[in-house]
Structure formats: structure tokens, C-alpha cells
């Protein structure tokens, strides 16, 4: 098991950025994002695998967010640009320590470590 923490979120207005950040207690094969809105199921962000740097994002977000790490700090950030309403939600870190085959990284449930959450609040 890894233990994580996430922190870096806030209210914006839209347009703005935010960087969330999600620090571990130690090795992880895959380490991904997810959020989840008030009526909405919890849907993937992004992903990276820490191990070669290979990233994946889902297309609502794609060229506006950034999944990137700091692999000394055992860290993963999640850069958001052009921030908009529709990203309001509770952002979620999780990370996997086995192997991840196919678009597993995509499926909740492929995640066994999970952090508490970090309110992300885009206003109109």
C-alpha cells in the first residue's frame, strides 16, 4: 500500500489555473487523477506512469491540463488551464502499484491507494 496526499485546490474564476499536487509515501506503477461532481460519477483526469513518464488524459481536458512529476519528491501534478465551470468537482489521487495492461488507467477500480480529495471551485 501507498499512502497519498493531495493538496492545491481552491476556488478560481474562469479562465484561471490551479496546480494540484499528490505526494506518496512510496512506489507506485500508475498514479492517476480523478474527480467527481456533485451528481456526476467519478470520472478519470489524467495518469502518468512514473517509470518512463508516459502520461494520458481524458479529452474534456486535453491541451488545457498537465499531468507531470517530480519523481525525487515522489510527487505528481496536475497543472488545469482555462479552468471552467464544468470542472468543479472533488479531485481525487490514486495511485496502483501492479501492472497496468490496456486502458486500466482510465477504470477507477484499478486503483487500490487513494487519497482524501481537494475542492476545485470554478466560478462564472
Known amino acids: 500500500q501507498v499512502q497519498l496526499v493531495e493538496s492545491g485546490g481552491g476556488s478560481v474564476q474562469a479562465g484561471g489555473s490551479l496546480r494540484l499536487s499528490c505526494t506518496r509515501s512510496?512506489?507506485?506503477?500508475?498514479v492517476g487523477w480523478f474527480r467527481q461532481a456533485p451528481g456526476k460519477e467519478r470520472e478519470v483526469v489524467a495518469a502518468?506512469?512514473?517509470?518512463?513518464?508516459?502520461?494520458f488524459y481524458a479529452d474534456s481536458v486535453k491541451e488545457r491540463f498537465l499531468i507531470y512529476q517530480d519523481n525525487a519528491k515522489n510527487t505528481v501534478y496536475l497543472e488545469m488551464r482555462s479552468l471552467n465551470p464544468e470542472d468543479t468537482a472533488m479531485y481525487y489521487c490514486?495511485?496502483?502499484?501492479?501492472?497496468?495492461?490496456?486502458?486500466?488507467?482510465?477504470?477507477?477500480?484499478?486503483?487500490?491507494?487513494w487519497g482524501q480529495g481537494t475542492q476545485v471551485t470554478v466560478s462564472s
Open positions: 512510496g512506489y507506485a506503477n500508475c
Open positions: 502518468i506512469y512514473p517509470i518512463g513518464s508516459s502520461t
Open positions: 490514486a495511485a496502483e502499484l501492479r501492472a497496468m495492461y490496456g486502458g486500466a488507467w482510465k477504470r477507477d477500480y484499478e486503483y487500490q491507494n
